[in-house]
C-alpha cells in the first residue's frame, strides 16, 4: 500500500530554510523530493544532509525507496 510506512523516518529540523538532516541508520536506495503536485524536484542516493536552498518556500514530501518501492515519506517544508 502506497500510504503504510515500512521505516519511521524523520527529517530536522522542520521547518527549515533548505538545509535539513536525518539520521543515517535508514537504509534504502534512493531519495527523492516531490512537490505536492507529485513532480520529483530532486533526488539523490543516501547522504544525511540534504542541502534544498535551491527550492522554493513550501511544502515538499521526502520518500524514501528500496527496490523500487516507498519504504517511508515525510512531509517538510521550506520557510525563508
Do not use: A, T
Not at 535508514?26 to 539523490?44: A, G, Q, T
Amino acid at each position: 500500500n502506497y500510504f503504510n510506512k515500512k521505516v519511521d523516518f524523520k527529517v530536522y529540523p522542520n521547518p527549515s530554510k533548505g538545509v535539513f538532516s536525518y539520521d543515517d541508520n535508514y537504509v534504502f536506495e534512493k531519495l527523492e523530493i516531490r512537490d505536492l503536485l507529485n513532480n520529483i524536484v530532486y533526488s539523490c542516493e543516501k547522504s544525511n544532509r540534504l542541502d534544498l536552498s535551491f527550492l522554493s518556500s513550501g511544502v515538499y514530501i521526502v520518500f524514501l525507496f528500496e527496490k523500487n518501492n516507498i519504504i517511508s515519506f515525510e512531509k517538510i517544508i521550506i520557510q525563508k
